[in-house]
């Protein structure tokens, strides 16, 4: 048995590599046509570019796409309303990727049908593929950029640029954008904490007036923040915010 899936595992891979293949099951023999040079290294090539993409799409992921921000602003959410791990990392990290994938959607079928379709199709080469491909991801990274954070790091990299009309390395755009989405992320989480430390402030007092300082504030204000956030339609607002929050 293993040594049949074995040879089944060895056929796929020369078919995706190599081309054509005949079995003869009569004497056990196997048969593999290959096809002209140049398509099969079109096809090692395709391989190892999908190889490389599958490894590195973690931090393709946290660097180019919504995420960042969205993961960083669900986790301040969770930090303001002092439920330790409620939600817990799993439902956050999930929830961050679906609405990751909301937001980039135009994004990624911009990329996949200028890029990726007429590659697969041969009717354009690996390296017009990858710029077609990067090049909905530029749009949304510049659009969601500030100038400080461009100009900041084309001063350090001393290059004359001009970020209003000239093409942005990739080295460059990506920190600024990283930078840029690090910031918003930070103010709004400030914003979460405000009426929560409220609260957490109201309580406190209430609890100090009526003599019970041995009483944690944090026990008593918990249920009274979930409450709050559910009355408005929390989960909604910041939905609805973050969603709104990307420029395209």
Known sequence: ??????????ILSLVIICGDYSYAADNNSLSLS???????SSRILQILFLITTLSIAPSLLMTVTAFT???????????ALGAQQ???????????????????????KAAYY???????????????????????????????????????????ADKKIDPAKDQIPFEILVPSFMVSELRRAFYIGFLIFVPFLVIDLLVASILMAMGMMMLPP??????????????????LLLTDGLIKGFNF
């Open 114 to 156: 200028e890029g990726i379709e007429p590659a697969l199709e041969h009717t354009i080469d690996e390296q017009e593929a990858l710029e077609k491909i990067y090049q909905p991801f530029y749009n949304f990274m510049y659009n969601n950029t500030r100038e400080k954070d461009l100009v900041n790091f084309i001063t350090i």
């Open 218 to 235: 944090v026990t008593i204000s918990l249920p009274f923040k979930i409450i709050f956030f559910v009355l408005i339609d929390g989960w």
């Open 1 to 10: 048995m293993k040594s049949f899936m074995l040879k089944i595992l060895f």
């Open 86 to 108: 409620t939600p817990p990392n799993m439902v956050i990290m999930g929830l961050s990727l679906f609405i990751t994938l909301f937001v980039m959607m135009p994004t990624f």
């Open 34 to 40: 290959l096809p002209d040079e140049g398509i099969f």
């Open 69 to 79: 921000r969205i993961t960083i602003v669900l986790s301040f959410l969770r930090s």
